[in-house]
């Protein structure tokens, strides 16, 4: 847990803090599960405190049961006057703004395909399969997703939000082919499965909303490789190969040329999984492949994972690098920065959207303004 301000500088001596912390049942949270244990909660595994500054620090807690921790902080050991802090910056966060969640690698395992058998001695079963459905049953506990209650299973869907927008959440893992060079000049299963893709182009058309947000695990045009085993495999869309689209790209450039004749507007690309922050445009006059309207791909996140240095471009479908921040070296940790999220605003009056790349402190890296209806831009 970790806050922000404890007790100003002159109160702390020599940038020390001590602390308490204490757990409670939880009350107004919500009712104590079936299984609760009698008694107070237990923390019988101690308390940690670290990376404590003067005017911050670190506490960690772990109870016996579903429990509220609250932290004591004094300026001086004697703990005259502590001051008072109620846990789980997290558990504010979920009870004040509406998620929606999707599923890619890491919640099964690293850069998992359906199909896939572990060569890993630290997996005792060997089963991808089996792994992602004790994953997706562990995911649909933890996260409030109606569609993993449908007997398919299913992650993709469409959220409406009125007028100005919808949002498409794919599923880019579940449904994909196995990892490989992916060159190969037809792909019927590529990274979406033909179900999801007829899903997507349905549901494009369909849509009246001024923005159609494409929630992509995934980025489009950005070279992500895999090499676990040893073998130049790839991982997301692009394989590098500048030309006519191969393999999964396939698939995609099936899917741009849909929007185009069926003058499908406002799409714009919201994506992650590549550890660092950018801002691509697809430009036909600069692609390959050219049956398509431009677009935007915006990437930004994971948060609170190690940061990594930006992936080359495919020039497939005509991307151009408008905006990058990323490490130069691998797996750079999160309390060294580049941790970066982002933020779309959407105008009620207007109908302008705008897109905001920004730090782990707030602070705004890059911007841009869309305009409804506009192609092109």
Do not use: C
């Amino acid at each position: 847990m970790s806050h922000r301000p404890f007790p100003g500088r002159r109160s702390v001596l020599r940038g020390s803090l001590a602390a308490s912390a204490a757990l409670t049942l939880p009350t107004a949270l919500g009712a104590a599960p079936a299984f609760a244990l009698s008694g107070r909660p237990k923390a019988g595994w101690g308390v940690q405190t670290g990376d404590v500054t003067t005017d911050s620090g670190l506490v960690w807690v772990r109870s016996d049961r579903p429990a509220r921790m609250i932290v004591e902080t004094s300026a001086t050991e004697s703990f005259r006057n502590p001051r008072r802090w109620h846990g789980q910056n997290l558990r504010a966060f979920n009870a004040q703004v509406p998620s929606i969640i999707q599923w890619d690698d890491h919640e099964v395992t690293n850069n998992w395909y359906p199909g896939e058998i572990l060569g890993d001695s630290r997996y005792t079963e060997k089963n991808v399969d089996v792994l992602a459905s004790r994953a997706r049953q562990a995911f649909s506990e933890y996260y409030p997703i109606s569609t993993l209650r449908r007997p398919d299973g299913r992650v993709y869907r469409t959220q409406h939000y009125g007028p100005l927008l919808d949002v498409f959440v794919l599923d880019m893992r579940t449904y994909r082919n196995a990892n490989s060079p992916d060159n190969q000049t037809t792909d019927p299963v590529g990274i979406l499965g033909r179900e999801q893709l007829e899903w997507l182009k349905r549901e494009l058309s369909r849509s009246r909303a001024v923005w159609k947000v494409i929630a992509s695990d995934m980025p489009i045009g950005l070279v992500v490789p895999d090499a676990g085993d040893g073998k130049p495999n790839l991982e997301a869309v692009a394989q590098g190969d500048p030309g006519a689209p191969l393999g999964r790209e396939l698939q995609i450039a099936e899917l741009l040329r849909f929007i185009k004749h069926r003058r499908i507007t406002g799409t714009v690309w919201l994506t992650a999984d590549v550890h660092y922050t950018s801002a691509q445009h697809y430009q036909p006059s600069r692609a390959a492949f050219t049956d398509f309207e431009p677009f935007w791909e915006f990437v930004s996140g994971p948060l609170n994972a190690g940061g990594f240095p930006a992936n080359a471009l495919d020039n497939t479908f005509g991307p151009e690098r408008v905006f990058l921040k990323a490490p130069t070296v691998a797996n750079v940790s999160p309390a060294e920065g580049y941790q970066f999220f982002g933020e779309v605003d959407i105008d009620g009056d207007s109908g302008e959207l705008t897109v905001r790349l920004r730090e782990q402190d707030g602070t705004v890296l890059f911007t841009q303004v869309l305009q409804p209806g506009r192609v092109g831009q």
